[in-house]
T-cell receptor, first 114, second 112 residues
Framework: AQTVTQSQPEMSVQEAETVTLSCTYD???????LFWYKQPPSRQMILVIR??????QNATENRFSVNFQKAAKSFSLKISDSQLGDAAMYFC???????????FGKGNQVVVIP | ETGVTQTPRHLVMGMTNKKSLKCEQH?????MYWYKQSAKKPLELMFV???????ENNSVPSRFSPECPNSSHLFLHLHTLQPEDSALYLC???????????FGPGTRLTVL
């Protein structure tokens, strides 16, 4: 079974600073996908960034970037220049090729301090 | 309406009531999902439908009964629930074969 682990349930960051959320996963698959989802207080979950395991280059979306370490099965999210709107729960998720079932971690609460 | 919508947004019910949650997606997707989100726990996948056919039931108690009449609509029928079933129920959709899922805002369910 695939598992996704997120430690540090709550992280605080000063506005305009950088915060990094960690995620590790366990899998025996070679072709898989990793995601970070954001769930603001309004509850609608939205995709922040995705990474295909076969790609060596780390994904980047504006202020969001990942550090994908395939051998270590680690997938961290970096939020640069944090903004008040970044305050939310962030979930790491995993699935493998040919499967539309997502496995989620417990989430990290990000608090942005003005 | 755009994206994935869910109604009602909040629901309070007694253990003997019967109610239904509704999900509708406006994205042209052909796979739909029900998740349960409880505090301090990972999201739990409950059911998966592909092209209106149920392809996964993740050991969900029979007091939860899903229905998918077409690729755009998904229901979760509830009866004789327990207080521990109180949670946020999220619906999601995707294109079959694409891994990105789009979520609705959820229904906050409280069972008294």
């Amino acid at each position: 079974a695939q598992t996704v682990t997120q430690s540090q349930p709550e992280m605080s960051v000063q506005e305009a600073e950088t915060v990094t959320l960690s995620c590790t996963y366990d899998t025996s698959e070679s072709d898989y996908y990793l995601f970070w989802y954001k769930q603001p207080p309004s509850r609608q979950m939205i995709l922040v960034i995705r990474q295909e395991a076969y790609k060596q280059q780390n994904a980047t979306e504006n202020r969001f970037s990942v550090n994908f370490q395939k051998a270590a099965k680690s997938f961290s999210l970096k939020i640069s220049d944090s903004q008040l709107g970044d305050a939310a729960m962030y979930f790491c998720a995993y699935t493998y090729y040919g499967n539309n079932r997502l496995a989620f971690g417990k989430g990290n609460q990000v608090v942005v301090i003005p | 309406e755009t994206g994935v919508t869910q109604t009602p947004r909040h629901l309070v019910m007694g253990m003997t009531n019967k109610k239904s949650l509704k999900c509708e997606q406006h994205l042209g997707h052909n796979a739909m999902y029900w998740y349960k989100q409880s505090a301090k726990k990972p999201l739990e996948l409950m059911f998966v439908y592909n092209f209106k056919e149920q392809t996964e039931n993740n050991s969900v108690p029979s007091r939860f009964s899903p229905e998918c009449p077409n690729s755009s609509h998904l229901f979760l029928h509830l009866h004789t629930l327990q207080p521990e079933d109180s949670a946020l129920y999220l619906c999601a959709s995707s294109l079959r074969g694409d891994n990105e899922q789009f979520f609705g805002p959820g229904t906050r369910l409280t069972v008294l």
